[in-house]
């Protein structure tokens, strides 16, 4: 399975649950994967604890389809409509088009043979029958492993109703966990009736393992008969089974210090997974000094409480959906779960803030990987500030400063659907909405969509002249210029791209946006012949993104560079341009960049004598184009690249040689189209290629990473566009 920092499908997959933790369970994983070759739809059930998820991964990593196994998490969804999405995100795919996300999963799907597993749907039943319906219905090679608490109630689907732990292997299951804690237990009678009481449920074995560090199994057994005697009035026999687990938490909270209480029930805040850092910020205070924070998360993690993994954003901490629901109903009932929202609202402001400022540096492929890390707590923020509270203009600040991981790593459909939602609502702050404003006519303009990027546009500069909002008058401008761009009114994009660059002087400001301004100028300066002074732009470009190791923006100058040098004679040079171009646009999920690249490259190609590979280039860039928008945007001067190149390797192979070359290319998915342009060209094969979303991992310290501050401050709340 994949991790997650890649783009682009794997025969891997993505495997984010500890395989090597797997205990016992023999004949059911046995049972799982006949029933999983028997059919396609096959739906593990079971009581919250009782280990579905473990026993999926297992049995969907031995199932090794040819495209690979792909995991995704919908515990943290909470919202219907954003099922498509989550599917989409944990497929790595990058759309940048309008066009609804289950399409963009049927077309990505189409030939493909996988299994798809589906992690925790019970709160969202129907979209995900819905979804799974459609999916199997138009995707033959396609395999859905579904993991809830209920069937999903589909037509085929396949009941794998998954019962707690036999006595051995519950013993088993405790015996190696507390091995992992140092404590050497025995098989005796103690233990066995600790685990018969426990019912065999697996997370309830876990808790009571975390506990054998200060209590031996028989004074477990003594505390436990106290727990199930309140419950039940003494009777054993009446404590039905699935309540079992949730007396086993109650009881392992009860074990805990008044501490480690507080901090379980304000973790219950965080979605699917957090960090040391933000744990301190959110849950520290009223109890709980910062100073004491990693120290209580150190003991619950030793009792199995919460779990730690490594990522491509460095360690991070996960709760079991049924413990976080365990503490959630405890910070309800201490009152505290309102100020609890607030922080983790206010720290993920502060985080975004940082990330849009560190974009600009030499940290953006850490900033992308912590983004794509957070985004599911990212989610609940912006949810948090856009249902009808007063925090209408947070969300519009934080919708609007993750622009570049909207633009810069392949989220356009999402980013789309939260600009739209926070404009629609109206704010005290305009700042904050006129930002919102701009990065959704960027977003637009990506997307082919000029209509509602026109119509954003002119609402935003209406509204920022009335204001004399300086910064908000110079990316109305600048987006106008590149909407100008791509739709071949070079001189008008001129225009505007030269007023926008001198605005941004005037105030002050320099990131990815205001380069990618003069990158966007340049392009205009060299469609119309004014190589030279396209060069002197983007060099310029080029040397600040040096000094400030920005990558991103610096991509898009080195394509411009490339198609100088090629139509300045230098066809080799303008090879070397466009595969560092490619390397840095492909590491981001960029594809609109990647896509530009290889289009270009497959000229390039044509004019250093090799045809057929700039045939098979152009095959795979045409697959590609559907999941950008329009192809070249429609524009006849980013076409002409295209066309020359067409006829130029036509002539060369004739009508018959060059379709059976592009066709050979159209064959290539995303990584393979990398792969095979930047390996042609001598440059590093992908799989030394740095890991799209694996950067070398530092500390905040050591990396110079900022710490996310609790309220975003420069300019009045804005940073950049």
């Known amino acids: 399975m994949r991790a997650p920092q890649r783009p682009g499908p794997s025969t891997d997959g993505n495997l984010p649950l500890e395989l090597d933790s797997f205990v016992g369970r023999s004949a059911e994983l046995a049972g799982l ?15 919250g604890g009782v280990g579905k998820s473990r026993l999926a991964a297992r049995a969907a990593a031995e199932s090794a389809p040819r495209d690979g196994v792909w995991r995704v998490e919908l515990a943290p969804v909470h919202d219907p409509d954003f099922v498509d999405y989550a599917v989409v995100a944990a497929l790595g795919l990058t759309d940048h088009t309008t066009r609804p996300p289950l399409r963009a999963l049927l077309e990505h799907l189409a030939h493909r043979q996988l299994l798809l597993v589906l992690d925790g749907f019970e709160h969202l039943v129907d979209a995900c029958a819905a979804l799974v319906t459609e999916l199997l219905r138009r995707v033959p090679g396609l395999r859905v492993l579904a993991v809830g608490r209920r069937p999903l109630a589909v037509a085929g689907e396949r009941l794998f109703p998954l019962a707690p732990l036999g006595v051995d292997e519950a013993v088993e299951l405790l015996l190696d966990r507390a091995a992992r804690q140092g404590v050497e237990a025995r098989d005796d009678a103690d233990l066995r009736e600790l685990c018969r009481r426990l019912d065999g449920i697996p997370l309830a074995v876990e808790l009571a393992a975390g506990r054998l560090r200060v209590l031996p199994p028989g004074r477990l057994l003594e505390r436990l008969d106290d727990r199930f005697g309140l419950l039940t009035g003494g009777s ?11 007396t086993t938490i109650g ?14 029930a304000r973790l219950s805040v965080f979605a699917q997974t957090f960090d040391l850092e933000a744990a301190e910020y959110v849950c520290s205070g009223a109890g709980l000094p910062a100073a004491d924070v990693l120290d209580v998360l150190s003991e619950l993690l030793t009792q199995s409480v919460v779990s730690r993994e490594e990522s491509p954003a ?53 900033v992308a990987a912590r983004v794509e890390a957070e985004l599911p707590n990212l989610r609940i923020a912006l949810e948090h500030c856009l249902s009808g509270s007063d925090d209408t203009h947070l969300g519009q600040y934080l919708a609007g400063s993750l622009w570049f991981y909207w633009v810069g790593c392949g989220q356009l459909s999402e980013g789309r659907r939260w600009l739209e ?16 404003l701009w990065v959704l006519a960027h977003v637009a303009i990506l997307q082919g969509d000029p209509v509602p990027a026109l119509a954003a546009l002119h609402e935003c500069r209406e509204e920022a002249d009335r204001a004399a909002n300086a910064t908000a008058v110079a990316y109305a401008e600048h987006r106008s210029g590149c909407l100008a761009l791509v739709t071949d009114d070079m001189a008008r994009a001129e225009t505007l791209l030269r007023s926008a660059l001198a605005h941004y002087r005037e105030i002050g400001e320099l990131n990815s946006n205001v380069l990618m301004a003069q990158v966007e100028l340049a392009m205009a300066r060299a469609f119309r012949g004014q190589l030279p002074d396209a060069v002197r732009l983007c060099e310029d470009v080029r040397q600040v993104c040096d000094d400030h190791g920005e990558r991103w923006a610096r991509s898009y100058a080195l394509y ?13 040079r303008a090879r070397d341009l466009l595969a560092d171009s490619l390397d840095h646009a492909h590491s981001f999920r960029d594809l609109l960049g990647s896509v530009l690249s290889i289009e270009l490259l497959a000229l390039v190609t044509a004019t250093l004598g090799d045809p057929g ?52 290319g159209a064959g290539l998915d995303g990584e393979a189209a990398v792969a095979r342009a ?27 990473m900022r710490k996310p501050a609790a309220s975003p401050t420069r300019k009045g709340g804005e940073t950049a566009g």
Do not use: I
């Open 236 to 246: 054993r026999d009446a404590l039905p089974r699935h309540r079992t687990l949730r």
């Open 314 to 366: 460095g360690v991070r901490y996960r709760m079991l959906d049924t413990v976080r629901a365990y503490g959630a109903d405890w910070l309800a009932a201490t009152g505290d779960a309102k100020r609890l929202r607030r922080r983790h609202r206010d720290w993920y402001m502060g985080l975004a803030t940082w990330c849009e400022l560190d974009w600009f540096s030499p940290r953006q492929a850490e």
């Open 678 to 704: 930047l390996g042609r060209h001598g440059v590093r094969p992908l799989d030394a290629l740095p890991s799209p979303r694996g950067p070398e991992r530092h500390t905040a310290q050591e990396s110079g």
């Open 613 to 664: 590979e700039a045939a098979v280039l152009q095959g795979a860039a045409a697959r590609l184009w559907p999941s950008v928008g329009l192809p070249l945007f429609g524009s006849a001067h980013f076409n002409a690249p295209h066309e020359l190149c067409e006829v130029t390797a036509r002539e060369a192979l004739g009508d018959e040689r060059y379709e059976e070359c592009a066709r050979e």
């Open 421 to 436: 939602r926070s404009v629609e609502l109206e704010s005290d702050y305009e700042q904050s909405r006129l930002k919102a």
């Open 251 to 264: 009881w392992s909270h009860e074990l805990c210090t008044p501490a480690e209480r507080l901090l379980w």
């Open 33 to 47: 994967g006949r029933a999983l070759r028997a059919g396609r739809l096959v739906t593990v059930t079971g009581a």
């Open 560 to 572: 411009v560079l490339a198609y100088a040098a090629w139509r300045d004679g230098d066809p080799a």
